[in-house]
């Protein structure tokens, strides 16, 4: 996925000269561009240090405007994981060439660099081995996907294996459009295959064993083996008596979570009734799980389409007989996964966003 304009990326240069590229360049996509020099603490300009620790893990992106060496320096203490670290680039002050050296593909870093290139006329120089020997890059496909990538470790089996020349199978639970890149063995959901998990016995029919995929894209982990994509398409629907705790609503999650099957990393959003916009325990299992919370009147709740477990006292007390589920599908534009599971005071429901993946990975140069 393209790193888009936003407030989280930020451009720092070292010269005159390489602050108006940097203004260029934070112009062009949205960035925010600082002047390197010595100045006391909290001063402008400011110390590179002093910038790349203040930046580094809030940003999505890093541009550093000047030599390869000085930016390498500067974020070499604060390099954690290729799926937290933000993207980083260089690019020298004459504009020739525009290099990204850390998180190219899951943050995004190789989009970055081509998007500057384009704006600088630079020579884009690209050096992950999927990109140079233009073969498919599984985790630049996952970002641009909107997935969450689960095992991180097994990114090297896929890339290796297409490297080599060998066929890697991918499994989605939704069609994907466009043509099937090279070096993709692709088991689509439209076969009615069944994927069975390997410590089991085949079922009828056309059946595929777990340790036969190499990738799967779906809500759920199947197997043991696959590298695990789940896109971010669940939303919890949530109804709950006042002063319930945020405790009582983690158990509700639980319980669904085995229900379903669905992993947590698919879950990006919480929706309700406005009654309870400001209960304190849903607030905080929010919060704790970091998602935005959607808040509906009785009236959108009514107006939801489709078939909803009725309850009359949930009618009499909010004016709408059910609102988790009716939450949860108004928030989601999408269909109902899972009807209401009730205990503790709390009602949860889980409905799922339209979503249609494709096989792009990498913009069109």
Known sequence: MTV?????????????????????IAEAIGAQAARSGRAPAGGNPMDVKAWTAAHFNEADALIFVGAAGIAVRAIAPYVKDKTTDPA???????????????????GGANDLARRISKVTGSDCVITTATDVNG??????????QGCQLL???????????????????????????????????????????YIYDA???????????????D???????????????VPRVCILGVGCRRGT?????????????????????AICGVATIDLKKDEPGLIEFCEAHGWPLYIYSSEELRAAEGEFTPSAFVANITGVDNVCERSAVLASGGELLQSKVAGGGVTMAVAMKPYEPNWEWKDNE
């Open 88 to 106: 980083v680039v260089v690019i020298d002050e004459q504009a020739l060439h525009v290099i990204p050296l850390l998180s190219g593909h899951l």
């Open 151 to 193: 095992e991180k470790e097994r990114i090297m089996h896929v890339s290796g294996a297409i490297l080599a020349g060998r066929k890697v199978s991918i499994y989605s639970r939704w069609p994907v459009a466009g043509e099937v890149p090279e070096g993709i063995d692709f088991i689509p959901p439209e076969t009615q295959t």
């Open 215 to 229: 990738v799967s894209l779906d809500i759920e982990v199947i197997g043991r083996r696959p590298l695990h994509l």
């Open 135 to 144: 073969v498919f890059a599984v985790d630049e496909w996952a970002k641009r």
């Open 199 to 213: 410590d089991q016995e085949p079922g009828e029919g056309d059946a595929v064993s777990t340790n036969d995929i």
């Open 245 to 265: 705790p945020a405790d009582a609503i983690e158990d509700r999650l639980f319980d669904i979570l085995e229900m379903t099957c669905i992993h947590p990393a």
């Open 4 to 24: 888009e304009s936003s407030d989280r990326i930020f451009a720092i240069a070292f010269s005159e000269k390489g602050f108006a590229l940097a203004e260029k």
